[in-house]
């Protein structure tokens, strides 16, 4: 009888995936959007780790590392498809992987154990879930055996975007191989002879190992990160299923990436590398060419979602979210709509989204972070009109969901409600509204609207004042824990 692999899936949720902007924001990035399918990237990446099927694997909840502003996101999707998850570990800032890692690592040995982690970027899409299971059930067995083992992508073209895993015997087939050196993004001629020669697989940044084989190898080559975790780690706060480290300790964590900080490192050392073949449909989506190859097409290649007609035009994609987009003539254009901004780019440009976001990152415009749509533990909110001394928002509210007790300073608000029941707290008065009941919210007034019912609340908000910033709150309750 086999022993029980005891196994940790660490899902990694961080970055903003500022080359698929207008979709992908700072507030809302890709691995939170469906891009392909009703799921999103990430809802996708728990359900693969939590469909391994195995009967040998005891596959534990998921350990989510995210950021702070992204915790209530993280944790609706996975509520949205049924899967629970042990904790979610909030970077107070980005330290990239290693310190992501690492955190993951501490967390699963918590109690005494030591379970193999499978670690994976949110973000990725796999189009063939039972390729994914088999190379990751192999590579489990060999983490088991206290091997580091990292999934080589099985490339079918020359791309000069990823890195480069070269193993050790090209012909060893799709078995288990031992990594010789990692390569970094070569040249359009390079890539050529690495497909020609063998031997070589895109880097797609999935690793398994041991919790403790990880603490190991990042103690023998960067003590620094693996201290600097620890302390922070020494001071977390924990609040239900979410998990703090220490914020100033953090901080001082230098940054660095698993690759950069073990893996590349490791190949000749005293923790070599071993590599599991990965051919599963495979795309790390990292700009809107990638997405345009991993849609389905029309005959002239053009893949569409949304409200799109099309005459004459050959190899385009265009993702229309809110209003009909129409192209007449048009070959290797990339159409992105949204309600507040339209990204026009050639196919072959689609890396350079990324100036366009660093643009609007500098000029401090609304567009680089938020979407019209802004999502919030209690519910959403979308911006509706805007002038010079009023905005109209309509926001829905969840069943028994509540917004903190607030005011402003700035602003009045005069609240309609359109469905369901609003309690609404106004003062030092409590009341209840339903549909087409209406009340106003004075400057300076402490407040608070709450949803008492079993369907969603909607209202409409008519703001009105000399400020109207989203900054211009001042809170005394808070459910969330929002400061």
């Not at 339903?434 to 709450?450: D, F, K």
Request: net charge negative; charged share 25%; with cysteine.
């Amino acid at each position: 009888m086999e022993i029980m692999i005891k196994v940790a899936p660490v899902i990694l949720c961080g970055g903003s995936g500022t080359r698929l902007w207008p979709l992908s924001r700072a507030g809302f990035p890709k691995q939170f959007l469906c891009l392909s399918g009703q799921d999103s990237l990430f809802q996708q990446a728990a359900q693969r780790l939590s469909n391994l099927d195995d009967p040998d694997l005891k596959v534990a909840p998921p350990l989510i590392v995210t950021g702070e502003e992204h915790r209530f996101l993280a944790a609706e999707q996975l509520r949205e498809i049924g899967i629970d998850y042990a904790a979610a570990l909030l970077e107070p800032v980005g330290r990239n992987t290693a310190p992501a890692l690492t955190l993951a690592a501490l967390a699963a040995m918590e109690n005494g154990e030591d379970p193999v982690l499978i670690v994976t970027p949110a973000d990725q899409m796999v189009t063939d879930g039972a390729a994914f299971s088999a190379a990751m059930q192999s590579a489990i067995r060999e983490a088991a055996n206290d091997s580091i083992v990292i999934l080589g992508v099985v490339p079918d073209r020359p791309e000069t975007g990823y890195g480069y895993i070269q193993v050790e015997n090209a012909s060893a087939g799709s078995g288990v191989q031992v990594v010789r050196r990692f390569v970094e993004k070569p040249d359009e001629a390079t890539a050529q002879s690495y497909l020609v020669e063998g031997g070589y697989f895109w880097n797609a940044g999935m690793f398994v190992l041991k919790a403790s084989v990880w603490l190991k190898a990042l103690e023998q080559f960067r003590r620094d990160i693996l201290d600097a975790t620890r302390a922070a780690w020494a001071h977390r706060e924990a609040d239900a299923q979410f998990i703090r480290p220490g914020k100033a300790e953090f901080a001082g964590i230098p940054a660095d990436s698993v690759d950069y900080a073990v893996m590349e490192r490791s190949p000749g050392s005293g923790f070599p590398i071993k590599m599991v073949p990965l051919d599963a449909g495979w795309s790390d989506l990292g700009a809107w060419d990638a997405v345009w190859k991993v849609l389905p097409k029309d005959e002239s290649g053009n893949a569409h979602v949304g409200d799109v007609l099309a005459v004459d035009s050959r190899n385009t994609l265009v993702h229309a979210n809110s209003r009909l987009v129409s192209l007449v003539g048009m070959e290797d254009v990339i159409v992105i709509e949204t309600s507040d901004a339209v990204l026009v780019v050639n196919r072959s440009c689609s890396q350079d989204v990324k100036h366009i976001v660093n643009t609007l990152g500098q000029q401090k415009r609304e567009e680089y972070a938020l979407h019209r749509k802004v999502h919030r533990p209690w519910g959403w909110y979308d911006s509706l009109d805007e002038g010079g001394r009023f905005k109209v928002k309509r926001i829905q509210v969840k069943p028994r969901a509540s917004l903190s007790l607030q005011k402003h300073h700035h602003r009045a608000e005069h609240w309609i409600v359109v469905k369901g029941t609003a309690e609404i707290t106004n003062g030092d008065k409590v009341i209840l509204l339903t549909e087409n009941q209406s009340t106003y919210i004075p400057l300076g007034e402490v407040h608070r609207l709450a949803n008492p019912g079993s369907i969603p609340l909607e209202i409409i908000e008519v703001q009105s004042g000399s400020y109207l910033g989203e900054d211009d709150i001042v809170r005394f309750e808070d459910t969330y824990g929002r400061q």
